[in-house]
């Protein structure tokens, strides 16, 4: 699971305050049971406008001030939604993640955000991951690993920078497939260079709940997939129904393919 924390912001008329938050994130703990929760830091901009923070009118909001760009110009906000997410933790396991990153320096200056944070609030077994969203940041791995705790690839916006596809264009979105081999170099290039140095990855975007995309992303080595719940039983059959090396059979086929329509009528449809 994902928590998607800008759904938070956008419920509210203002800007939400850390109680509020605090209470917000508390039900989703006490809600996992022990089990980790996994916090997207707020991501807005591009597609998702928050009433009370207007942007300047930009030609490619897509391209412009989104996720961690725009929480990097108010980092007064991101301080604020990590410390009610440490509060609210209460040393529960927290895994907080951010959005849109292109390289280590964002990720260095919004991780400085959360250390700040911890030095105050101690917060046994928290991670800090990035998500892989923007290509740079997957061919870039290597140098990532060393200092995130995880990766979370985010396909849906994944194959819209790799594609350069708008992933809402009335006319070419269902050209925008994450079982494009290009997508799927990039993931390889990600697990390869998490698991060189003992790092998880994680798929949180919709590939992973996707029939065709599940043997080759296991193929891939890939750790967790998240998915929404009612998608669950069904990723679960899927994955049950498989075999490592049946997997990771699929995932060198998709590999050799040159577009997305190849790889989907060589795959299996299961
Ligand atoms: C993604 O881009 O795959 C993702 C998980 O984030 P969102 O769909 O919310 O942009
Ligand atoms: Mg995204």
Not at 31 to 58: F, I, S
Not at 87 to 96: C, S, V, Y
Not at 244 to 252: D, I, M, S, V
Request: hydrophobic share 45%; charged share 25%; glycine share 6%.
């Amino acid at each position: 699971g994902l928590l998607r924390t800008e759904f938070i912001f956008m419920e509210h008329p203002d800007s939400p305050d850390l109680d509020t938050q605090v209470k917000e994130y508390r039900h989703a703990f006490d809600a996992l049971n022990g089990l980790p929760l996994v916090a997207r830091t707020l991501d807005v901009g591009g597609d998702k406008p928050l009433d009370y923070w207007p942007l300047p009118h930009e030609d490619n909001p897509f391209l412009g001030l989104r996720g961690i760009r725009l929480s990097l110009t108010r980092p007064e906000i991101l301080e604020t939604q990590v410390r009610a997410l440490l509060t609210a933790a209460d040393n529960r396991p927290l895994r907080i993640m951010f959005p849109m990153v292109k390289d280590l320096e964002e990720f260095r200056a919004a991780k400085a955000i959360v250390e700040r944070v911890r030095a105050e609030i101690p917060c046994q077994g928290l991670q800090v991951g990035v998500m892989i969203e923007v290509p740079s940041c997957a061919l870039l791995a290597h140098t990532l690993a060393p200092e995130v705790d995880f990766f979370s690839v985010g396909t849906n916006d994944l194959t819209q920078y790799t594609l350069a596809i708008d992933r809402g264009h009335g006319q070419l979105s269902a050209e925008s497939d994450g079982l494009h081999p290009s997508v799927l170099q990039l993931i390889r290039m990600t697990v390869e260079a998490a698991h060189a140095h003992q790092r998880w990855v994680g798929i949180c975007g919709e590939l992973a709940s996707d029939p065709q995309a599940i043997p080759v992303l296991l193929g891939l080595d890939v750790d967790e997939l998240s998915v929404t719940s009612r998608r669950v039983p069904l990723v679960k059959a899927c994955i049950r129904g498989l075999s490592r090396e049946h997997a990771r059979e699929q995932a060198k086929l998709a590999l050799g393919k040159a577009t997305a329509a190849e790889v989907r009528d060589a795959l299996e449809t299961l």
